[in-house]
Nanobody, 125 residues
């Protein structure tokens, strides 16, 4: 089974940057899409960004992070990275990496078969 390990979370001031990484290992399940979701205290987990390569290469972003976050994939290292710039206090959340088969919308949680443990991102004002 695919295993995911997130890293790169932390505390940053508003306007700053952080880079999250998700390393994948194993591979029983087919993986053609990787996504990032986040969950703030008292809120439901929400889609942030995804990268899909089942049919061509596609990237997806929520409206709240578009233009500030960039997702990328390093095939050689089996790693997906989320570069987060111009961070805002409302970006504070636990960020989860997820792997999916590529069937279904990359922006919805049922698409994904494996989830990481999450990494905390805190943006101070």
């Amino acid at each position: 089974q695919v295993q995911l390990a997130e890293s790169g979370g932390g505390l940053v001031q508003a306007g700053g940057s952080l880079r999250l990484s998700c390393a994948t290992s194993g591979g029983t399940f087919i993986t053609n899409v990787m996504g990032w979701f986040r969950q703030a205290p008292g809120k439901e987990r929400e889609f942030v960004s995804a990268i899909s390569w089942r049919i061509g290469l596609g990237t997806y972003y929520s409206d709240s992070v578009k233009g500030r976050f960039t997702i990328s994939r390093d095939n050689a290292k089996n790693t997906v990275t989320l570069q987060m710039n111009t961070l805002k206090p409302e970006d504070t959340a636990v960020y989860y990496c997820a792997a999916g088969s590529g069937w279904g919308s990359p922006t919805t949680q049922p698409t994904y078969h494996t989830w990481g443990q999450g990494t905390q991102v805190t943006v101070s004002s």
